[in-house]
């Protein structure tokens, strides 16, 4: 079969891979892919959002299955675009990945449904935000309702800092459309474990945990970012509360938006706190996650084209889905500089070493081909990941595989999976 995968990130390396280890696939296509990408996978120059090239390229290709890995292309529709040319498509149609495109939406789904999230209002006028600030607790969160890149998400201490954001996100439009709207929630304080899952509209399966750090620095210091390393599983995230949220947070997170006519296919990703009343729900992805996906995908045993067809096919109930008894760390090495201003075009060198090693990999984030040498070309480049017998023996080889990879201004936080420790 001909797969074709929308998407240029880390994330998209490890769909890849995991589509090159598969039976069923016999050549790989991405769009517009990355020079790791290009080990697997055909990779042709079309963004992520160029839906009408897309979806010419697919039938020009013949394409027999695309899985789309990107939030921005699922929100956009670009998965009912390609279906109405009468290509199989993995991930959720428009009306689906609001899931992940409007906090305002997921927030009054949960609310409606019971399923445990922080208290909050929605608004559209910033007037009135302004007004319910007055008599609000603090800290308190403010989030732009639209997608902005995981930076749309305001932690405010003092109501002057609070009334600086409305203006930021509603006013100044920092993120731009995706501040029409806003959502004030109550600060929550715990743990935070991300948990993806298989969905098919009816059946939910989820996949190991993991935990990923999203501030720039060490000791969690600094800006937010994309992700800089994950580690799964997470060892907060017990029988007990894995009982906890499927009782009360997957499976009712599937039959909400089976009942609001919105049934949802493709990959929920579940960022939860792990708050001292139980889970709740942080937000919903429509996706797998950035660096997650690195760490969990090479863990799972099932073959990823069997597991993405049953969910494009209503049959996941019959999918036995099975991940090892191990434990991996990712390490992401980006730009120093990263997220803020940073150097593209640095050449890269020894990455011919994780071909020689089991159970390393590198994820190519942000890479492209400059002749035949391989350069930096985004914010994060890379992502080092290694599996152990457990947590502790995955980072350390994580980071002792981080050294054999160089490129000037080379930076990583040194304290991925520290919470380890702790557990
Ligand atoms: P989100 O994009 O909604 O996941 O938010 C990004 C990050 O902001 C989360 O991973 C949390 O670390 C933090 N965050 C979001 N909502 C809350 C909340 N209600 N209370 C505390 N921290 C939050
Ligand atoms: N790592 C968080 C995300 O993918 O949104």
Redesign the pocket.
Known sequence: MKVLIVGSGGREHAIAYCVSKSEKADKIYCTPGNAGIAEYAECAPIGAMEFDKIVAFAKEKEIDLVIVGMDDPLVGGLVDELEAAGIRTFGPRKNAAILEGS?AFSKDLMKKYNIPT?AYENFTDPDKALAYLETAKFPI?L?ADGLAL?KG?L?CSTLEEAKEGVKTIMLDKKFGDAGNEMVI?????GR?VSVLSFVDGNTIKTMTSAQDH?RAGDGDTGL?TGGMGTFSPSPFYTREVEDFCNKYIYQATVDAMKAEGRPFKGVIFF?L?LTKEGPKV??YNARFGDPEAQVVLPRMKNDIIEVVEACVDGTLDQVDLQFEDNAAVCVVLASEGYPVAYDKGLPISGLEEFGKHEGYYCFHAGTKFDGEQIVTNGGRVLGVTAKGKDLKEARANAYAATEWVKFDNKYMRHDIGKAIDEA
């Open positions: 906090k922080a969160v989030k995981g998400v932690i929630e109550e600060f929550m304080t935070e999203k937010n960022g706190m942080l937000e």
